[in-house]
């Protein structure tokens, strides 16, 4: 009987008139009704890197993976990390690797993580002019778990998943030759000659241990023609920068002047500071500086007889070194990383020419080698006449140009082999020693259009960075410390977006009241 009473008194108070509803704002609540119970909430709630770094380089990021929700995370995920030129993880961010965090990690609890990335080659897309890139985290990458909130997995901020790090190249070294002596200015071939140099580091970086060439060129000829051979080498210590080493050394002339040589006895004596290409890699390295400083005039003149006549040389049989086809086993190359190249050297001679090097140059469509990209050489200990030798070669293209050598994101060049590059040996023939491999594309990766080959900066330049602020050192220096074992959640939820309303939403259950109070609710809840 209550029951029914109670409907009679329902009814009579509807047709009476409206009745007031009285509500209580939401504003800054979070409407539980509408949000899933019991799940996890995954977020990066620290990630720390080095602050200053070169492209290529490898580096240490450590952080934690924070759950912020109300349940546990029932399966293993991964963190995948990327490196951005923008705040936000797009299509053009390049991967970097990931880290697995296993299952169980408890609501409310972190788990450290730290491994080792290596940096992209070149710059990502869409950099600043300051030369900063982001590394951001992307927490459960492969959506392996549930969650109450999946649009905070990424893009919180640094200090939380992401880190900046300034791209500060390494100062470069500038080996260059100062003086050059001689002794004595008049020899003979078959006599011992001493040759000095003093070698300076034009530069603010630190030259490493070094060979420099000591090359001879007829008087009259222009050096880098083809006429240049190298008779011997200096040993250079490693040279701080703009610091200077004085080197000597005794070398053993031929008992008659080289095949290219024969003819004169005028000759010019260079220096050539880095000859195995370890501080400068554009070849062929010249003398720039001219007689006087790292050249120097000498007079070589063939031995005499008993009888006083002058010997005539016999230079008997000879080999003759021919470079065979050169493929490049990848269709396109990126700039930083490395490739494979295959080439055949032949003996077409009559003699076994002994130990040789084969040099492998990056140039342009050309094929023009008289500017050019050292990538590296093959040293060969024998060749017999008539045999062919195959060579398997890895090599990297570099990740820097060298200071004014400019190239768009996607370029065409070729791989150029060059057998005996220093012309160390007689030959037949000198003609036949080079070949190069088909115009091949040049790439970087993860290009939009704005990414380009990175150079490296001027020898003389003195490099500055931006260092982040001392706040945010302190951060990044918390984060660290917080990184190193587990740490309870942080008190404030790492929200960067809400989670999207569903349709069990407080807003969809006040669809069951009449339309006037819907409405009325609509306009000012």
Same mark, same amino acid.
């Given at each position: 009987?209550?029951?029914k009473?109670r ?12 009745i007031? $509803?009285r ?7 979070e409407?539980?009704?509408g949000?899933?119970h019991?799940l996890?909430d $995954? ?5 720390v890197?080095v602050?200053n770094a070169d492209?290529?380089?490898?580096v240490t990021?450590?952080? @934690?993976?924070t759950?912020q ?7 293993p995920?991964?963190v995948?990390i990327?490196?951005s030129?923008r705040?936000n993880?797009?299509?053009?961010s ?9 299952k ?7 788990v ?6 290596q940096? +992209? ?8 002019a300051?030369?900063?890139?982001r590394?951001?985290l992307?927490?459960?990458?492969q959506?392996?778990?549930a969650e ?12 939380y998943?992401q880190s900046?790090?300034q791209?500060?190249?390494a ?12 002794f004595p200015g ?5 006599k011992?000659?001493?040759?000095t ?6 530069s ?5 241990a070094?060979r420099a @060439? ?6 009259g ?8 051979v190298t ?5 250079v ?16 002339? +031929?008992?008659?002047p ?5 003819g004169?006895?005028q000759y ?5 500071p880095?000859g ?18 790292d050249q120097t005039?000498v007079t070589?003149n063939l031995p ?22 050169v493929?490049v086993?990848?269709?396109?190359l ?5 490739f494979?190249?295959q080439?055949?050297?032949?003996n077409?001679?009559q ?12 140039v342009?469509?050309?094929g023009?080698?008289?500017?050019s990209?050292?990538?590296g ?7 017999a ?6 060579i398997?070669q890895t090599?990297?293209?570099?990740s820097?140009l060298p200071?004014g ?6 370029g065409?060049?070729k791989?150029?082999v ?10 037949t023939?000198k003609?036949n ?5 088909a115009?091949i ?7 939009d ?9 001027p020898?003389d330049q003195l %490099?500055s960075v931006?260092?982040?602020?001392p ?12 990184? @190193? ?5 942080p008190?404030?939820? %790492?929200?960067?977006?809400? +989670? ?5 939403s ?10 006037k109070v819907?409405?009325?609710i609509?306009?000012?809840?």
């Amino acid at each position: 009987m209550s029951q029914k009473r109670r409907s009679e008194g329902r009814r009579r108070a509807w047709g009476r008139g409206p009745i007031i $509803l009285r509500y209580d704002s939401l504003e800054k609540r979070e409407l539980l009704s509408g949000a899933p119970h019991g799940l996890p909430d $995954l977020v990066g709630s620290s990630f720390v890197t080095v602050q200053n770094a070169d492209w290529g380089d490898s580096v240490t990021a450590s952080g @934690q993976i924070t759950n912020q929700g109300t349940g546990d995370a029932d399966s293993p995920f991964n963190v995948a990390i990327y490196a951005s030129g923008r705040n936000n993880i797009t299509k053009y961010s390049v991967y970097l690797g990931e880290v697995t965090i296993p299952k169980g990690l408890a609501a409310g609890e972190s788990v450290p993580f730290s491994t080792t990335v290596q940096l +992209p080659t070149s710059p990502v897309p869409g950099m600043n002019a300051n030369g900063v890139v982001r590394l951001g985290l992307k927490v459960d990458s492969q959506r392996s778990v549930a969650e109450s909130n999946e649009r905070n997995n990424s893009g919180v901020g640094p200090g939380y998943d992401q880190s900046l790090i300034q791209i500060a190249p390494a100062q470069p070294a500038h080996l260059v030759t100062a003086s050059v002596g001689v002794f004595p200015g008049t020899a003979t071939w078959g006599k011992s000659l001493s040759v000095t140099a003093q070698i300076s580091n034009a530069s603010y970086g630190v030259a490493p241990a070094t060979r420099a @060439q000591i090359v001879l060129t007829p008087v009259g000829i222009l050096q880098g023609s083809g006429s240049d051979v190298t008779i011997g080498s200096l040993n250079v210590p490693a040279v701080a920068a703009w610091q200077t080493a004085n080197v000597e050394t005794h070398i053993t002339l +031929p008992a008659i002047p080289p095949l290219l040589l024969s003819g004169t006895t005028q000759y010019t004596l260079s220096v050539l500071p880095d000859g195995d290409f370890k501080t400068n890699p554009v070849s062929p390295h010249l003398a720039t500086g001219g007689v006087g400083v790292d050249q120097t005039a000498v007079t070589i003149n063939l031995p005499v007889n008993a009888d006083g006549t002058v010997t005539t040389p016999d230079y008997g049989a000879l080999p003759d070194l021919a470079a065979g086809t050169v493929n490049v086993l990848n269709g396109e190359l990126n700039w930083g990383k490395s490739f494979q190249v295959q080439t055949t050297v032949q003996n077409m001679g009559q003699a076994d020419p002994g130990p040789f090097q084969v040099r492998f140059l990056l140039v342009g469509p050309s094929g023009n080698t008289t500017r050019s990209i050292f990538l590296g050489d093959a040293t060969i200990p024998n060749l017999a006449p008539g045999y062919s030798q195959p060579i398997n070669q890895t090599l990297t293209l570099p990740s820097r140009l060298p200071d004014g050598v400019v190239l768009d994101s996607v370029g065409m060049g070729k791989i150029v082999v060059v057998a005996d590059p220093e012309n160390v040996l007689n030959e037949t023939f000198k003609n036949n020693n080079v070949a190069s491999s088909a115009p091949i594309k040049l790439r970087l990766l993860g290009s939009d259009g704005t990414s380009y080959v990175p150079n490296t900066p001027p020898p003389d330049q003195l %490099l500055s960075v931006n260092l982040p602020s001392p706040a945010k050192t302190r951060r990044a220096q918390a984060a660290a410390q917080a990184a @190193q074992g587990h740490v309870a959640a942080p008190t404030k939820k %790492l929200f960067r977006r809400p +989670p999207l309303k569903t349709d069990n939403s407080f807003s969809h259950q006040l669809k069951v009241f009449p339309k006037k109070v819907g409405d009325f609710i609509k306009q000012y809840i």
